[in-house]
């Protein structure tokens, strides 16, 4: 049987045209379908390499948030509901409907658990992966740091940013072209590339997760932020904290294999 591949669509949203990928089951389509939040600077591109280990009796879809990708532009910074909303739109859109299984990494945790907590029928199960959960005065730091614009001019070294967290950061465990491919879907943001961080510390980690009364299981890799997911844990009621020791660098790429198959377990407890 010829293996299905990874299509494109657009939906129409409150936000303009919103950009997505999508990969069919493999197989009888048995399970939910799983909508896949990206990290910020980045979009659905992100996860195609961990697409095609994922989609064992399920539908996987990656969008774009407004403003990333191949989603239309927006010229003012969101908030994480606004993404949210714009999820949601997608969905209807898309004519996808009950209930859906979330898979939320960095920006798109928060993505995740504002969806549930604005429309919880719509989803069955979170899969939050290194959540940046932080306190109030964390957040604050970590705005002025990183909610700014990039200050792009005709210097080629006022991209240098990019390129090194891109590739230079990942040459030894990301392939140079899908680093590259990375890269310039970060370029695409262009002066908005800060939009979501704006968006990830400017939300009531605090206020928002402590309400989450979805079933959630959170994914603790060796990446970057453990400390700050196992926090998230805690502040969820009933939420499952799972230790992923094995993956510590380029979770969807490098470590796409292991933390396929936490997220598939995940997915079928």
């Known amino acids: 049987m010829k293996k299905p591949a990874i299509t494109k669509f657009y939906a129409a949203t409150m936000f303009g045209q919103v950009h997505a990928r999508s990969l069919a089951a493999d197989g009888p389509e048995t399970g939910a379908p799983l909508l896949c939040l990206h990290p910020a600077p980045s979009s659905g591109l992100y996860f195609e390499t961990v697409m095609p280990l994922l989609n064992h009796g399920r539908r996987v879809i990656a969008p774009d948030y ?28 898309a004519e996808i409907d009950g209930a859906v299984d979330i898979l939320g990494f960095h920006t798109g945790c928060l993505v995740g658990t504002e969806i549930a907590l604005i429309s919880s029928p719509r989803v069955r199960r979170l899969v939050l992966c290194d959540v940046p959960y932080f306190e109030a005065e964390q957040r604050e730091g ?25 590739i230079e950061s990942r040459v030894d465990a990301v392939p140079l072209p899908r680093a590259f491919e990375l890269f310039a879907e970060h370029l695409r943001a262009g002066t908005r590339d800060f939009f979501g961080f704006a968006a990830a510390f400017s939300y009531d980690c605090e206020m928002r997760f402590s309400a989450l009364e979805a079933d959630a299981v959170l ?41 396929a198959k936490r997220i598939n377990e995940a997915l079928a407890r």
Do not use: C
């Not at 990708?69 to 927006?74: A, F, M, V």
């Not at 970590?142 to 390129?163: C, F, K, V, Y």
């Not at 196992?230 to 969807?252: K, S």
């Open 66 to 93: 407004p403003g990333y990708g191949g989603s239309d532009r927006i010229e003012q910074p969101p908030v994480i509901a606004d993404y949210a909303n714009a999820m949601l739109q997608l969905l209807e859109a």
């Open 142 to 166: 970590l705005h002025r740091q990183m909610a700014q614009p990039p200050g792009i001019t005709t210097d080629l070294e006022s991209i240098a940013p990019a390129w090194r967290f891109d």
């Open 219 to 259: 994914l603790a890799t060796k990446s970057g932020l453990h400390e700050a997911t196992a926090h998230a844990a805690r502040a969820i009621a009933g939420a499952t904290l799972t230790d992923v020791p094995e993956v510590t660098t380029a979770v969807f790429e490098l470590g796409a294999v292991a933390i």
